[in-house]
């Protein structure tokens, strides 16, 4: 009896540090921060994924405030999927930059925004008062929310801020409220100078 139990605790000991190395090799061990903070200004949304492979960031969230649906991308490629003015989010999804995504919703558009017939709402997200789990064709994790329920993220996130549709400024101080590091901000300025 004495054998099996120390066969049994050998057995959970091993299963515990297989799972822990698992979970390193899967989780932040494939996680690529960048070496410096910056903020960039671009032109075209596709110029963003230029700067996140600069940087060689990998495996990130992504705090995005934007339009919904954003950058609809394409489902229709021909052979590899290529980076275009759609899709930067799917592409970048594609390369493995990006593997959570929460998707900001202006807090007065909140409403407006679950009626809309694009919006397809799984579950809403236990401790967020206006917090969603949205379907993605891709499969990443996408959290719509607003800037009163955005919760606290503990690492380092890249940020993307469509500037026709947010005042960067008022996003960037948004997220140092909630005590949320960015080490990559891409402000997309469109036809605003």
């Given at each position: 009896m004495y054998r099996h139990k120390i066969a049994w605790s050998l057995a959970a000991t091993a299963l515990l540090i297989t799972t822990i190395v698992v979970g390193h090799d899967h989780g932040t061990g494939h996680r690529r921060f960048a070496q410096a903070r910056e903020t960039v200004s671009v032109d075209a949304p596709e110029k963003a994924y230029a700067v996140w492979q600069r940087t060689g960031v990998k495996g990130r969230t992504l705090v995005l405030f934007d339009r919904y649906p954003h950058m609809h991308g394409r489902f229709n490629y021909q052979g590899e999927p290529q980076l275009e003015h759609s899709n930067l989010i799917e592409y970048s999804i594609f390369q493995n930059v990006i593997r959570?995504?929460?998707?900001?919703?202006?807090?007065?558009?909140?409403v407006e925004f679950l009626q809309q017939p694009t919006t397809k709402v799984i579950k809403p997200i236990a401790g967020l008062e206006r917090g969603v789990s949205l379907y993605d064709l891709n499969g990443l994790p996408m959290i719509g929310t607003t800037p009163s329920s955005l919760p606290h993220l503990s690492e380092p996130v890249l940020v993307y801020i469509n500037g026709d549709v947010f005042d960067a400024r008022q996003a960037q101080d948004l997220l140092t409220r909630k005590g949320i590091s960015s080490d990559i901000t891409v402000i997309y300025q469109g036809n605003r100078k």
């Open positions: 959570k995504l929460y998707f900001i919703v202006p807090d007065e558009n909140w």
